[in-house]
């Protein structure tokens, strides 16, 4: 019942194949088996003749397994004890050659339950099918006149055939079948696994496309901040400083709306949208554009000859990571540390790089800065934050706290890629205007 309420009881087509051909099979032969006796002992209609009782009891016995085998698939173990029983009756009531006949069914009932269980589960049931095969045949044996000996050893052998052939060729496909499945579950797992590697990396490069975005923004909207809150002051004292400061702001807005273009460009496919990385010999730039913006920053760059190329040894990505680095402090400078003097100091003498930014202010400002750093920024979380991270993946040191003038320093050392010459020990740090 059980497997019944499980599988339900409608036969399934392949049952039901399966189950006109062993019924057809077994009865052409059944109808052909009188003419073969009469050919083989010249008896008109042989032993077993067409038509007669023990010919229709065959007969029904034989429709019966057949119409079993539709329910194989709902009930398999039922199936099987029911078509290896009924052969019992032709052993008892119609003992002959027809009994041979019942074996049909059989093998296909074992192959059938072979298919749909597993092994385990449908062993006892086959061990138990086999005793009974071979006792049901030796016993038709034994009454159709075969001595004792010959009628057993005859019935183990064809048992043994008709339980163990089906059951041989049901594994097999059953093999074949699980290592398709296991295929199949294999490549499905490595298409989830290549799946979720795309769309890690996607997610990482959108959150560095958005530390990307907010180092920009924050570079040019913090001085544009700056600038407006000049020119609401000059508007009334200085009316010409005021123009200028005006023409500042859109500058300053016409070099966001260029870079955020660059970075939009990075997202096509086509080969112009492309742009240019920014590096250590970027960052005397960035300090005089702060500086146009009406902040008060300094710049010391030591071990600068003219011989020597700046920042030898320091890779693209590293550049870089300088490079925001000195942008995002300065940007935090600009929004928490107003009118504060800054100093940025890149030491290019030792085999580390050593890249210090210094708020100069009060000790408010500091609590600010440590605000930010702890935070990440409260616009959106990629200020220092995204610089350690960064840092992190060039195999940098990246230190940012209150320092001993009561301001706050952020400080990365890089690492260089290859040896450098030995510095000369008259270089002395010197001040960039």
């Not at 119409?67 to 290896?84: D, I, M, Q």
């Not at 050659?97 to 049931?125: N, Q």
């Amino acid at each position: 019942m059980n497997e019944q309420a499980q599988h339900g009881f409608r036969p399934s087509p392949i049952e039901g194949i399966i189950a006109v051909i062993s019924g057809g099979l077994a009865l052409t032969v059944l109808f052909l088996l009188p003419l073969l006796e009469e050919a083989d002992t010249g008896i008109p209609g042989g032993t077993f003749p067409a038509g007669g009782e023990n010919f229709w009891v065959v007969a029904v016995v034989l429709v019966c397994q057949s119409a079993a085998l539709l329910w194989a698939k709902s009930a398999p173990r039922t199936v099987l004890t029911l078509v290896v029983l009924l052969p019992v009756v032709l052993a008892v009531f119609v003992p002959g050659p027809a009994f041979s006949l019942s074996t049909i069914a059989i093998f296909c009932a074992v192959f059938l339950s072979a298919g749909r269980l597993p092994l385990p589960r449908v062993a006892p049931l086959l061990v138990l099918a086999v005793l009974i095969i071979a006792g049901a045949q030796a016993f038709n044996d034994f009454r159709t006149g075969l001595p004792a000996t010959a009628a057993v050893t005859s019935a183990v052998g064809q048992a043994l055939v008709v339980v163990g052939a089906p059951l041989l060729f049901a594994l097999v496909l059953s093999a074949r079948r699980e290592a398709r499945l296991s295929r199949t579950h294999e490549i499905q797992a490595l298409a989830r696994e290549q799946q979720a590697r795309i769309e890690a990396a996607v997610s990482k490069e959108r959150t560095a496309m958005s530390r990307e975005l907010h180092d920009i923004a924050a570079h040019h909207m913090s001085g544009i901040a700056l600038m407006t809150a000049a020119i609401q002051q000059q508007i009334d004292t200085d009316p010409e400083e005021a123009k200028r400061s005006a023409q500042q702001v859109r500058s300053q807005s016409t070099a966001v709306l260029e870079d955020l273009r660059r970075i939009v460009g990075l997202l096509r496919e086509h080969p112009e949208g492309t742009r240019s990385v920014e590096t250590i010999a970027g960052i005397p730039g960035l300090v005089e554009e702060r500086r146009r913006t009406g902040m008060d920053v300094d710049l010391l760059l030591s071990a600068a000859r003219p011989d020597r190329e700046l920042a030898a040894g320091i890779g693209p990505l590293a550049q870089l990571v300088v490079y925001r680095m000195v942008q995002e402090s300065l940007s935090n400078a600009a929004a928490h540390s107003p009118g504060a003097r800054c100093v940025v100091d890149v030491d290019d003498s030792d085999p580390s790089q050593l890249i210090a930014v210094v708020h100069h202010g009060h000790a408010a400002a500091c609590q600010v800065g440590a605000g930010a750093a702890a935070g990440a920024g409260v616009g959106g979380g990629f200020g220092l934050l995204g610089l350690r991270e960064r840092a992190e993946l060039i195999g940098a040191a990246l230190d940012h706290g209150p320092n001993a003038e009561g301001g706050w320093s952020v400080r990365l050392v890089v690492p260089r890629e290859v040896a450098r010459h030995p510095i000369d020990a008259d270089e002395t740090p010197q001040e960039m205007p």
